[in-house]
């Protein structure tokens, strides 16, 4: 009887592995996937432009924006903000818009209606709507024979610039980042701040 019992519970449980095979998921061998906040640098790196460096570079800008005279005295109130295309003058092929992107997010947060960002990436859209209200296709609150973009009271705009030094030892990158708010009416650059972050690494990391 003890032997069929031993042979009857090996039979059990080597249907409950098997059975656990079948329908469980086995995670790979290897590190895990290990969740990061964005400011923070990973085991994955290079000298190059990163997350935390995109998040610091466009806190600091966002904060100087709202403190800025020609923005925090602008009459009358709000001031309304164009976002021109930013430069990636440096060897790393990164999305450059995220820079401006994550700058207007934080300061229509934070802001509180203090600022307002023109969407003219989104002109075609506009304009097909507006032309299908002037036609009377679709209904409109306000009277769409008056119904104007707004022009822009300033630009924001970036560059971004880098110096890279190679050698058998390694390679080092300094990047400069730098934004300005522009005058389209009188092209003066009435705002002007930049940041600056140098790395070095002994391999070259591979950006996409």
């Known amino acids: 009887m003890k032997q069929f019992s031993r042979g009857a ?16 998921v086995q995670n790979p061998s290897g590190v895990p996937v290990t969740v990061l906040k964005p400011d923070e640098q990973g085991f994955i790196a290079g000298s190059g432009i990163e997350s935390q460096d995109l998040v610091a570079v466009t806190d600091k ?5 709202l403190g800025t005279p020609e923005i925090r ?19 790393f092929p990164i999305n450059k818009d995220l820079f401006t992107t994550r700058i207007r997010a934080l300061l229509n947060d934070q802001a509180e209606g203090k ?7 989104r002109m075609t859209a506009l304009e097909q709507e507006r032309a299908l ?23 924001l705009t970036g560059k971004l610039q880098g110096l890279t030094t190679q050698a058998k030892g390694g ?9 300005q708010l522009i005058n389209p009416r009188t092209s003066e650059i ?12 002994v391999e070259d990391a591979a950006y996409r």
């Open 61 to 65: 800008m966002a904060r100087s924006l």
């Open 115 to 121: 600022i307002r960002f023109l969407a003219r990436d």
């Open 9 to 24: 519970s090996a039979v059990l449980l080597l249907a409950l592995l098997t059975g656990g095979c079948a329908s469980g």
């Open 133 to 155: 209200k002037q036609e009377g296709k679709v209904t409109s609150n306000s009277n769409p024979n008056v119904q104007e973009f707004k022009g822009a009271d300033f630009f």
């Open 73 to 91: 005295d602008f009459t009358p109130a709000p001031p309304r903000i164009v976002l021109l295309p930013v430069e990636n003058e440096t060897r």
């Open 190 to 201: 009435v705002w002007e701040k930049s940041a600056e972050v140098k790395k070095q690494s």
């Open 171 to 179: 390679v080092s990158d300094y990047v400069l980042y730098s934004f």
